[in-house]
């Protein structure tokens, strides 16, 4: 279904309820029946008070949930395919090269005794199987120019 300018819709929630379970006795409703719809070239904020559920919201895109959260209902269509039928192998491919998530606490991001480089090239071993290691360096290099941060300053 396009969105209002006639863009493809890249995302849809519909109805996704996120419970966490604990134990047997306790049952904690984190999301509830939360739908929406994100179009080609817009942009979506989700906004609300701490402890409300966005955190929650966004690890269940991803299916990044801990062990004691479950979607107990609705679907998670990204570009006409419900991540939610997928297999953890199938819902990896998508991790990363389509569906990512940037956390907002930047104390969080890196970890403060590596450098920002090598966990760089971490992330890009992980996820860009193509570059080969003896070009590593370089793209790591190309992707910290393009933000502004020039080789002279990375540490």
């Known amino acids: 279904m396009p969105g209002k300018n006639n863009s493809p819709t890249l995302l849809e929630v519909k109805n996704l309820t996120v419970e966490f379970m604990p134990d047997k006795k306790t049952h904690l409703v984190a ?16 906004v609300g008070e701490s402890g409300c559920g966005k955190t929650t919201m966004m690890l269940s895109l991803l299916r990044l949930l801990p062990g004691a959260g479950r979607i107990t209902a609705g679907k998670i269509i990204y570009k006409h395919q419900d991540l939610l039928d997928l297999e953890e192998k199938q819902m990896s ?9 940037i956390f907002q606490g930047a104390m969080n991001a890196l970890n403060p005794v ?3 480089h090598d966990q760089i090239g971490e992330a890009i ?9 003896d070009k590593l360096d ?6 910290l120019e ?4 020039p080789e002279d300053l990375q540490i």
């Open 146 to 149: 393009m933000v502004g941060i």
């Open 31 to 46: 999301v509830e029946n939360v739908s929406f719809s994100l179009h080609e070239g817009e942009v979506l904020g989700l």
């Open 93 to 101: 491919d998508y991790r990363w090269k389509e569906i990512a998530i």
């Open 125 to 133: 071993t992980c996820h860009e199987l193509k570059t080969p290691k």
């Open 138 to 143: 370089g793209r790591v290099n190309d992707l």
């Open 114 to 116: 590596r450098t920002v």
